[in-house]
Protein backbone atom coordinates (compact mmCIF):
# COMPACT_ATOMS: atom_id res chain seq x y z
CA UNK A 1 0.00 0.00 0.00
CA UNK A 2 1.53 3.65 -1.23
CA UNK A 3 -1.24 5.50 0.88
CA UNK A 4 -0.27 6.91 4.41
CA UNK A 5 -1.55 8.70 7.39
CA UNK A 6 -0.45 10.65 10.08
CA UNK A 7 -2.89 11.46 13.43
CA UNK A 8 -1.40 14.92 15.48
CA UNK A 9 -3.88 17.12 17.38
CA UNK A 10 -3.83 20.28 16.45
CA UNK A 11 -2.58 23.56 18.37
CA UNK A 12 -5.02 25.80 18.13
CA UNK A 13 -8.54 25.50 16.66
CA UNK A 14 -10.73 28.31 17.78
CA UNK A 15 -14.59 28.62 16.93
CA UNK A 16 -15.55 32.06 16.33
CA UNK A 17 -19.51 33.27 16.22
CA UNK A 18 -21.78 36.37 16.82
CA UNK A 19 -23.08 38.83 14.43
CA UNK A 20 -19.80 40.80 13.85
CA UNK A 21 -17.49 37.60 13.27
CA UNK A 22 -16.98 38.02 9.75
CA UNK A 23 -16.34 41.47 9.90
CA UNK A 24 -14.16 41.85 12.67
CA UNK A 25 -11.90 38.85 10.93
CA UNK A 26 -11.63 40.90 7.89
CA UNK A 27 -10.23 43.89 9.54
CA UNK A 28 -7.66 40.75 11.19
CA UNK A 29 -6.62 38.44 9.02
CA UNK A 30 -4.89 38.85 5.32
CA UNK A 31 -8.13 37.13 3.69
CA UNK A 32 -11.35 38.60 2.03
CA UNK A 33 -14.40 36.51 4.42
CA UNK A 34 -16.78 38.60 2.52
CA UNK A 35 -15.92 35.96 -0.57
CA UNK A 36 -15.80 33.51 1.89
CA UNK A 37 -19.57 30.90 1.61
CA UNK A 38 -20.53 28.40 3.89
CA UNK A 39 -18.97 25.04 3.18
CA UNK A 40 -15.84 27.18 1.80
CA UNK A 41 -12.76 26.55 3.39
CA UNK A 42 -9.43 29.63 3.11
CA UNK A 43 -5.85 29.58 4.41
CA UNK A 44 -4.82 32.90 6.31
CA UNK A 45 -2.70 34.65 8.39
CA UNK A 46 -2.49 37.13 11.20
CA UNK A 47 0.49 39.85 10.59
CA UNK A 48 1.97 41.98 12.98
CA UNK A 49 1.54 45.79 11.66
CA UNK A 50 5.14 45.75 10.19
CA UNK A 51 3.78 42.96 8.05
CA UNK A 52 5.62 39.80 9.96
CA UNK A 53 3.34 36.78 10.24
CA UNK A 54 2.07 36.13 13.78
CA UNK A 55 -0.22 33.67 13.64
CA UNK A 56 -1.59 31.36 10.57
CA UNK A 57 -5.41 29.42 10.61
CA UNK A 58 -7.50 28.07 7.95
CA UNK A 59 -11.17 29.43 8.56
CA UNK A 60 -14.05 26.97 7.69
CA UNK A 61 -17.18 28.85 7.40
CA UNK A 62 -19.33 27.02 9.04
CA UNK A 63 -22.50 29.59 8.97
CA UNK A 64 -23.78 33.01 8.19
CA UNK A 65 -21.97 34.50 11.82
CA UNK A 66 -19.73 31.28 12.94
CA UNK A 67 -16.22 30.06 11.85
CA UNK A 68 -13.72 27.54 13.11
CA UNK A 69 -10.00 28.02 12.88
CA UNK A 70 -7.59 25.57 12.79
CA UNK A 71 -3.67 25.90 13.19
CA UNK A 72 -1.21 23.31 13.48
CA UNK A 73 1.49 24.91 14.46
CA UNK A 74 -0.24 28.02 16.43
CA UNK A 75 -0.91 27.43 20.21
CA UNK A 76 -4.59 28.52 20.68
CA UNK A 77 -3.90 30.53 23.45
CA UNK A 78 -1.33 32.64 21.16
CA UNK A 79 -4.33 33.09 18.54
CA UNK A 80 -6.84 33.49 21.05
CA UNK A 81 -5.18 36.71 22.30
CA UNK A 82 -4.49 38.13 19.27
CA UNK A 83 -8.04 37.60 18.17
CA UNK A 84 -8.91 39.45 21.61
CA UNK A 85 -6.09 41.90 21.06
CA UNK A 86 -8.17 44.89 18.95
CA UNK A 87 -11.99 44.21 20.15
CA UNK A 88 -13.53 47.25 21.05
CA UNK A 89 -17.69 46.93 20.84
CA UNK A 90 -17.37 44.35 18.28
CA UNK A 91 -20.33 41.31 18.94
CA UNK A 92 -18.14 38.41 18.40
CA UNK A 93 -17.01 35.91 21.15
CA UNK A 94 -14.44 33.16 20.53
CA UNK A 95 -14.17 29.58 22.18
CA UNK A 96 -11.08 27.61 22.46
CA UNK A 97 -11.55 24.19 21.17
CA UNK A 98 -7.77 23.23 21.03
CA UNK A 99 -8.31 20.33 23.33
CA UNK A 100 -11.54 18.75 21.51
CA UNK A 101 -10.31 18.05 17.97
CA UNK A 102 -7.43 15.96 15.78
CA UNK A 103 -5.71 15.93 12.62
CA UNK A 104 -5.91 12.59 10.58
CA UNK A 105 -3.55 13.67 7.11
CA UNK A 106 -3.63 11.20 4.52
CA UNK A 107 -1.53 11.00 0.99
CA UNK A 108 0.25 8.88 -1.53
CA UNK A 109 -1.31 6.78 -4.10
CA UNK A 110 -4.50 8.57 -6.22
CA UNK A 111 -6.45 5.43 -6.51
CA UNK A 112 -6.15 3.98 -3.28
CA UNK A 113 -6.83 7.95 -1.99
CA UNK A 114 -10.08 7.32 -4.54
CA UNK A 115 -11.26 3.88 -2.08
CA UNK A 116 -10.18 5.35 1.14
CA UNK A 117 -13.06 8.13 0.14
CA UNK A 118 -15.63 6.08 -1.51
CA UNK A 119 -17.84 7.17 0.69
CA UNK A 120 -17.55 10.64 0.23
CA UNK A 121 -17.07 13.04 -2.27
CA UNK A 122 -13.75 14.69 -1.79
CA UNK A 123 -13.50 17.94 -1.82
CA UNK A 124 -11.83 20.36 -4.55
CA UNK A 125 -9.35 23.17 -3.03
CA UNK A 126 -11.03 25.82 -1.35
CA UNK A 127 -14.20 23.41 0.04
CA UNK A 128 -14.40 21.30 2.98
CA UNK A 129 -16.66 18.12 3.18
CA UNK A 130 -19.07 17.00 6.51
CA UNK A 131 -17.81 13.30 7.29
CA UNK A 132 -18.98 12.05 10.02
CA UNK A 133 -18.88 14.16 13.15
CA UNK A 134 -15.40 16.00 11.20
CA UNK A 135 -14.57 17.95 8.45
CA UNK A 136 -12.75 16.83 5.81
CA UNK A 137 -10.56 19.19 3.23
CA UNK A 138 -7.23 19.37 0.69
CA UNK A 139 -4.53 19.96 3.01
CA UNK A 140 -2.42 22.19 0.72
CA UNK A 141 0.22 22.98 3.38
CA UNK A 142 1.06 19.24 2.93
CA UNK A 143 1.52 18.46 -0.17
CA UNK A 144 -0.39 18.77 -3.35
CA UNK A 145 -3.15 16.00 -2.88
CA UNK A 146 -2.74 15.04 0.58
CA UNK A 147 -6.07 15.51 2.94
CA UNK A 148 -6.91 16.11 6.02
CA UNK A 149 -9.80 15.10 8.07
CA UNK A 150 -10.56 17.35 11.65
CA UNK A 151 -12.63 15.23 13.77
CA UNK A 152 -13.87 15.42 17.32
CA UNK A 153 -10.58 13.44 19.10
CA UNK A 154 -14.05 11.25 20.94
CA UNK A 155 -14.76 9.68 17.69
CA UNK A 156 -13.08 6.30 16.47
CA UNK A 157 -11.62 5.91 12.87
CA UNK A 158 -13.43 5.55 9.91
CA UNK A 159 -14.65 1.97 8.74
CA UNK A 160 -12.49 0.67 6.10
CA UNK A 161 -9.31 2.97 6.80
CA UNK A 162 -6.16 0.77 6.26
CA UNK A 163 -3.10 3.28 5.17
CA UNK A 164 0.14 2.61 6.29
CA UNK A 165 0.42 4.94 9.30
CA UNK A 166 3.23 7.35 9.25
CA UNK A 167 6.02 9.37 11.61
CA UNK A 168 5.59 12.92 12.38
CA UNK A 169 9.05 12.91 10.00
CA UNK A 170 7.53 11.14 6.98
CA UNK A 171 4.83 13.86 7.21
CA UNK A 172 7.67 16.75 7.40
CA UNK A 173 9.25 15.65 4.70
CA UNK A 174 6.29 15.39 2.23
CA UNK A 175 5.89 19.06 3.05
CA UNK A 176 9.16 20.04 2.45
CA UNK A 177 9.91 18.28 -0.52
CA UNK A 178 7.47 20.40 -1.87
CA UNK A 179 9.02 23.77 -0.49
CA UNK A 180 6.12 24.44 2.42
CA UNK A 181 7.11 26.66 5.27
CA UNK A 182 5.37 25.86 8.15
CA UNK A 183 4.74 28.38 10.59
CA UNK A 184 6.18 29.72 12.91
CA UNK A 185 9.21 27.26 12.99
CA UNK A 186 10.14 28.56 9.54
CA UNK A 187 8.33 31.84 8.79
CA UNK A 188 7.30 33.67 11.99
CA UNK A 189 7.74 36.69 14.13
CA UNK A 190 10.81 37.72 12.35
CA UNK A 191 9.52 36.92 8.67
CA UNK A 192 6.94 38.12 5.65
CA UNK A 193 5.05 35.84 4.18
CA UNK A 194 6.30 36.66 0.97
CA UNK A 195 9.72 35.43 2.10
CA UNK A 196 8.10 31.62 2.99
CA UNK A 197 6.17 32.18 -0.65
CA UNK A 198 2.54 32.12 1.24
CA UNK A 199 1.38 35.33 -0.44
CA UNK A 200 -0.55 33.41 -3.11
CA UNK A 201 -2.53 31.70 -1.22
CA UNK A 202 -2.97 33.05 2.16
CA UNK A 203 -3.08 36.92 1.41
CA UNK A 204 -6.27 38.71 -1.06
CA UNK A 205 -4.45 42.10 -2.01
CA UNK A 206 -7.99 43.96 -3.01
CA UNK A 207 -9.35 43.38 0.02
CA UNK A 208 -9.92 45.84 2.54
CA UNK A 209 -7.45 47.50 5.69
CA UNK A 210 -6.43 44.89 7.84
CA UNK A 211 -3.18 44.74 9.83
CA UNK A 212 0.09 44.70 8.12
CA UNK A 213 -2.13 45.92 4.93
CA UNK A 214 0.22 48.90 3.95
CA UNK A 215 3.79 46.38 4.18
CA UNK A 216 1.91 44.01 2.03
CA UNK A 217 0.86 46.55 -0.73
CA UNK A 218 4.54 47.82 -0.97
CA UNK A 219 6.04 44.87 -1.45
CA UNK A 220 3.18 43.39 -3.60
CA UNK A 221 3.56 46.66 -5.91
CA UNK A 222 8.27 45.95 -5.97
CA UNK A 223 7.51 42.15 -6.58
CA UNK A 224 9.95 40.36 -4.54
CA UNK A 225 11.61 40.34 -1.14
CA UNK A 226 15.15 39.44 -0.68
CA UNK A 227 15.53 36.17 0.83
CA UNK A 228 13.16 32.71 0.42
CA UNK A 229 12.61 29.70 2.29
CA UNK A 230 14.30 26.98 -0.11
CA UNK A 231 14.40 23.04 0.91
CA UNK A 232 17.72 21.71 1.62
CA UNK A 233 19.98 18.51 2.25
CA UNK A 234 22.45 18.29 4.80
CA UNK A 235 25.37 16.13 3.97
CA UNK A 236 27.30 16.70 7.27
CA UNK A 237 27.47 13.93 10.19
CA UNK A 238 27.27 16.29 12.77
CA UNK A 239 23.87 17.68 13.87
CA UNK A 240 22.78 21.56 14.74
CA UNK A 241 21.17 23.17 16.55
CA UNK A 242 18.36 24.98 15.31
CA UNK A 243 18.22 27.79 13.84
CA UNK A 244 21.43 28.39 12.88
CA UNK A 245 23.61 30.90 10.60
CA UNK A 246 24.68 29.80 7.21
CA UNK A 247 27.25 30.73 5.74
CA UNK A 248 28.78 31.34 1.89
CA UNK A 249 32.76 32.68 1.43
CA UNK A 250 32.80 33.33 5.06
CA UNK A 251 29.94 35.52 4.89
CA UNK A 252 26.11 35.35 6.46
CA UNK A 253 23.48 34.50 3.51
CA UNK A 254 20.60 32.84 5.65
CA UNK A 255 19.54 30.75 8.37
CA UNK A 256 19.07 26.74 8.62
CA UNK A 257 15.31 26.88 10.10
CA UNK A 258 14.66 23.40 10.23
CA UNK A 259 16.05 19.95 9.78
CA UNK A 260 14.16 16.34 9.52
CA UNK A 261 16.19 12.99 10.37
CA UNK A 262 15.52 9.64 9.62
CA UNK A 263 17.51 6.52 9.91
CA UNK A 264 19.78 5.95 6.50
CA UNK A 265 18.33 9.17 4.33
CA UNK A 266 20.20 12.21 4.91
CA UNK A 267 18.71 15.09 6.61
CA UNK A 268 16.53 17.31 5.10
CA UNK A 269 15.17 20.86 6.23
CA UNK A 270 14.17 24.17 5.25
CA UNK A 271 16.12 27.33 5.23
CA UNK A 272 15.76 30.93 4.49
CA UNK A 273 18.43 31.74 2.07
CA UNK A 274 19.18 35.60 0.88
CA UNK A 275 19.60 36.15 -2.82
CA UNK A 276 22.96 36.61 -2.55
CA UNK A 277 23.56 33.53 -1.13
CA UNK A 278 21.67 31.01 -3.45
CA UNK A 279 24.20 30.90 -5.97
CA UNK A 280 26.70 29.42 -3.71
CA UNK A 281 23.74 26.84 -2.89
CA UNK A 282 23.45 25.77 -5.82
CA UNK A 283 27.36 25.36 -6.49
CA UNK A 284 29.49 24.14 -3.50
CA UNK A 285 26.86 24.43 -1.01
CA UNK A 286 26.86 26.54 2.27
CA UNK A 287 28.42 25.85 5.74
CA UNK A 288 26.81 25.68 8.97
CA UNK A 289 28.04 28.24 12.04
CA UNK A 290 29.96 26.24 14.35
CA UNK A 291 30.47 22.90 12.12
CA UNK A 292 33.81 22.63 9.81
CA UNK A 293 32.60 19.11 7.66
CA UNK A 294 29.63 18.91 5.44
CA UNK A 295 27.35 21.49 3.60
CA UNK A 296 24.12 22.70 2.99
CA UNK A 297 22.96 21.59 -0.64
CA UNK A 298 19.53 22.27 -2.65
CA UNK A 299 17.12 19.29 -2.02
Request: aromatic share 10%; with cysteine.
Amino acid sequence: MNTFFYKTYPKGVIRVREEDAEDYLQSQWTINFKRLSKGEIRYGLRLSTRGRVLADSFFFRLGEEEFLLVSRGCEGTEINSLLEENIVADEVEFSNESNDWELITVWGDKEELSALFKEVERPEKGNFTQFGNGYLFEDFAISPGAYSLLRPISDTMPDGWMPREATWECLEKQRIRFGLASIPNEIGPDELPQEGRLEVDAIDFNKGCYLGQEVMARIHAMGRVRRLTVPVLWNGQKLPSLPTSLFADGKKCGILKSLIVQDGEKPIGMALIHENGIDSLEGEGLTLEGISEGRIQPL
